[in-house]
């Protein structure tokens, strides 16, 4: 079966330092890779996905990166964290191809920029 | 602009009573899935559903597919605790920005 682990779960960091949070998956080949923030308790904004080892889209030009070293490793990264960084940061993945975008999610980090 | 609104926003019932959570859009939907995420834990996939006019169960709840797949709706039967949790409606649009996205959710509170 396959399952997806997020570390760490919680972060405090403060303002203007860097950040690193890693996503893997296991029990899959080529899955497509998300990475979700959510404000509290409403709906998920989509930071970046990526297809393949090396190809990443984003949709919300900010302070964040995303890598993929490895087929089923996803990285978000900042250089410098701004108070509004600040949130919940989900991880998932979906079958590559498939007839419908079923994601499956990490547990979250939660993340607080003080 | 959010292009899939779900109401209730919030709800908080009684243990045993009915409820019903709408997901629209004006955009239409090539599928949509419905999600339940409880508190600090990720969103967890509970359905899809992909022909227009669908109804699917799952135990207590009911989902439907609009005729144009265009909104969906969740149905709770005798709400229990454990239903407590915020859903979410997410779909992959086929007009407009050929997007997947999701709804902006109804946090829903079942009380004892």
């Known amino acids: 079966s396959q399952t997806i682990h997020q570390w760490p779960a919680t972060l405090v960091q403060p303002v203007g330092s860097p950040l690193s949070l890693e996503c893997t998956v296991e029990g899959t080949s080529n899955p497509n890779l998300y990475w979700y923030r959510q404000a509290a308790g409403r709906g998920l904004q989509l930071l970046f996905y990526?297809?393949?080892?090396?190809?990443i889209s984003s949709e919300v030009p900010q302070n964040l990166s995303a890598s993929r070293p490895q087929d089923r490793q996803f990285i978000l990264s900042s250089k410098k964290l701004l108070l509004s960084d600040s949130g919940f940061y989900l991880c998932a993945w979906s079958v590559r191809r498939a007839s419908y975008n079923e994601q499956f999610f990490g547990p979250g980090t939660r993340l607080t920029v003080l | 602009t959010q292009l899939l609104e779900q109401s209730p926003q919030f709800l908080s019932i009684q243990e045993g009573e009915n409820l019903t959570v709408y997901c629209n859009s004006s955009?239409?939907?090539?599928?949509l899935q419905w999600y339940r995420q409880e508190p600090g834990e990720g969103p967890v996939l509970l359905v899809t559903?992909?022909?227009?006019?669908e109804v699917k169960k799952l135990k207590r709840l009911t989902f439907q597919f609009g005729d144009a797949r265009k909104d969906s709706s969740l149905h709770i039967t005798a709400a229990q605790t454990g239903d407590t949790g915020l859903y979410l409606c997410a779909g992959w649009q086929v007009s407009g920005t050929y997007k997947y996205i999701f709804g902006t959710g109804t946090r829903l509170k079942v009380l004892a």
């Open positions: 955009s239409v939907f090539s599928s």
């Open positions: 559903v992909v022909t227009g006019g």
């Open positions: 990526s297809v393949g080892i090396g190809q």
